[in-house]
């Protein structure tokens, strides 16, 4: 494989491929309204798209903006549907044959074949190593402070730069990322989520590479090393942090921190023990909050039968992957519609 990408944008830019990357899009979403609009005259609008790429005339839209509160309060910036497209077709044609292929095994976040479970299976893998070799060691457990709000363009351009070299392509990389002197990208972009696994790229190879360490995992902005030693998890936290602030412009979060492995290990929704994994506490709290909520509105006659039993199901889903049947026990118990929603239930304890 090249170091670089050369003078493909041409070749890549088909009617036949921008049809491809709008069936990937509109995947689930068939029934929305802007999907169902787009496809009235889909050729005619394929064609329209083809032509702006194709002639330099395409142009961002305008972003709609609104507020989501779970986990956490976030700012989502969403594209119209034809920019989208576009982002689709850009990652499916350049960034995943190319880039993707570039990253450490042990990145998890948004890459195929990977996921939250994958990378929670594997860094209990690499306790129980860690335990027979050390016994006793530590854990380096950081993210990053604001992470998509904070990436500096600049240093993401220059980044990107490193693995294209193709004139067209980098000019269009220009349009999508924006003005440069912008810092952050936004939450909500298909793109946003390839660019930040690529600018952290820079700190996996870091780490990996440089620093040596051979049990390291990170699910986006979430990073864990397992180390041998206090001084040790002392001295990579110093340069972790320097390599953070001077080469990427980030700031580590105050909630980095190196600790025992005794208390275990907080990642991707789970406690992790080398034994066993539990859910974290917040989200046992979530959905006994729910729970509560729906019972009432069961005693009042409201209750959304189909909006309970899709919020159920993802919790059943997440905590099947932990040690977690006296948690489901309890939270069954509590229950007073089991049998409005009898087919549901009577597997929430398998």
Known sequence: MSKTIRNIFDSKLTFENL????????KRKRCNKYV???????????????????????????????????????????????????????????????????????????IENKGTHQAVNNLQKYMIK???????????????????????????????????????????????????????IPIG?????????????????????????????????????LVDTKEKAKE?????????????????????CYYPKSKGVDFCGYKIFETHKLLRKRCVKKIKKVIKTANNDYIYKQLDTKKIESKLNSFKAHSKHANSYNIRDTIYNEILFREELFSCLNKFLL
């Open 19 to 26: 049809i491809k990357a709008h069936y990937l899009t509109s």
């Open 189 to 225: 972009n298909y793109t946003s989520q390839f660019f930040a696994n690529i600018y952290l790229n820079e700190l996996d190879h870091y780490i990996k590479d440089t620093l040596n360490v051979k049990y390291y995992l990170r699910y986006m902005d979430d990073f864990i090393l």
């Open 130 to 184: 860690m335990n027979r070799k050390y016994s006793n060691y530590y854990v380096l457990k950081c993210d990053i402070r604001g992470f998509f709000y904070n990436i500096d363009k600049k240093v993401l351009l220059n980044i990107l730069k490193k693995y294209i070299s193709d004139k067209k392509l980098l000019d269009f990389t220009l349009i999508l990322l924006g003005d440069l002197s912008e810092i952050g």
């Open 36 to 110: 169902m609009v787009f496809e009235i005259d889909l050729e005619t609008n394929i064609m329209s798209l083809y032509k702006d790429l194709k002639n330099k005339t395409y142009k961002l839209g305008r972003y709609k903006e609104f507020i989501v509160t779970e986990p956490k309060e976030r700012l989502i910036k969403a594209l119209p549907y034809r920019d989208r497209i576009v982002q689709s077709w850009y990652i499916e044609e350049f960034i995943k044959p190319f880039i993707v292929k570039r990253f450490v095994n042990d990145s998890y976040a948004c």
């Open 236 to 256: 990579l936290l110093l340069k972790i942090n320097m390599f953070v602030n001077t080469i990427l412009h980030l700031k580590l979060n105050k909630k980095t």
